[in-house]
């Protein structure tokens, strides 16, 4: 059954500060206009120092909430790939890394609100006990920061044992698989391209709590959170359609922090 959506308003985050050596994947500057979270690289899986202090201070700029985006160490595969870790050795990454970005925040005089986990790492503990434990381990350490997950990911009911808060997450731009886990960039249709049809979708996602899964079944999920991918083609006028349909739904946009 429809909510009223007067009453609604969800999160839009974006994986940003992914600039390597001079080389942007996403237009930073642009969709820190548009989302109210940021998901901000900490060097691991991408970003460099300078370039992920310009994204931090252009994101506090607009107000927009920052957020460790903590990853697998692999710059040349983006975090994509599985690493088989000590968990002591993730949990110790996964705390260096929300420090390393906490001191360019500070340096702004902001600090870092939430982690949620990168590509690989992210969908590995949404199954895997060890490396699940491992990073809300590390993010435990340093605070009791929330931490955003696919919805029914281990890592959800650890963090949550542990005292964290858990922010459900869905993504505009990526098809679902019947089980509610996301279908694999190496498959065919993993991700989707076209802005009006995904605003669609996000605006079903939050008035109906409905996404439909890659072979036409209906997934029922509840979200505080919509990513909508900063690297993707066209991610900005992605964004911004998907913000101009949510608000003309009376659905506004703002931190699940506000």
């Not at 790939?81 to 925040?105: M, N, W």
């Not at 900063?230 to 101009?244: L, N, Y």
Request: charge should be negative.
């Amino acid at each position: 059954m429809a909510h009223n959506t007067a009453e609604l308003h969800i999160d839009l985050n974006a994986d940003l500060g992914e600039t390597t050596a001079g080389n942007p994947v996403s237009d930073d500057a642009a969709m820190v206009g548009i989302v109210s979270s940021a998901n901000v690289a900490c060097g691991f899986h991408a970003g460099d120092p300078h370039a992920i202090a310009q994204t931090v201070a252009a994101a506090h700029s607009h107000g927009v909430s920052i957020g460790a985006h903590v990853g697998y160490n692999d710059l040349r595969g983006f975090g994509r790939r599985f690493i088989d870790y000590v968990p002591e050795e993730l949990a110790a990454e996964t705390l260096y890394q929300i420090g390393a970005l906490d001191a360019l925040c500070r340096a702004e005089g902001t600090q870092v609100r939430y982690v949620k986990p990168h590509g690989a790492l992210y969908n590995t503990i949404v199954h895997h006990e060890a490396q699940a434990k491992a990073v809300i381990d590390g993010i435990k350490a340093f605070g009791d920061l929330p931490v955003m997950l696919l919805p029914g990911a281990v890592a959800g009911e650890y963090a949550q044992s542990r005292g964290l808060r858990v922010i459900q997450e869905v993504f505009a731009d990526r098809a679902y698989n019947p089980d509610g886990t996301l279908v694999s960039r190496r498959e065919t249709g993993a991700v989707l391209h076209d802005p009006e049809a995904i605003a669609q979708r996000v605006v079903r996602m939050v008035t109906e709590g409905e996404i439909e899964a890659i072979d036409g079944s209906i997934l029922k999920l509840q979200a505080e959170s919509v990513c909508v991918h900063g690297d993707s083609p066209g991610s900005v006028t992605m964004a911004q359609q998907i913000r101009e349909a949510l608000e003309k739904n009376q659905i506004s946009v703002e931190s699940f922090l506000s």
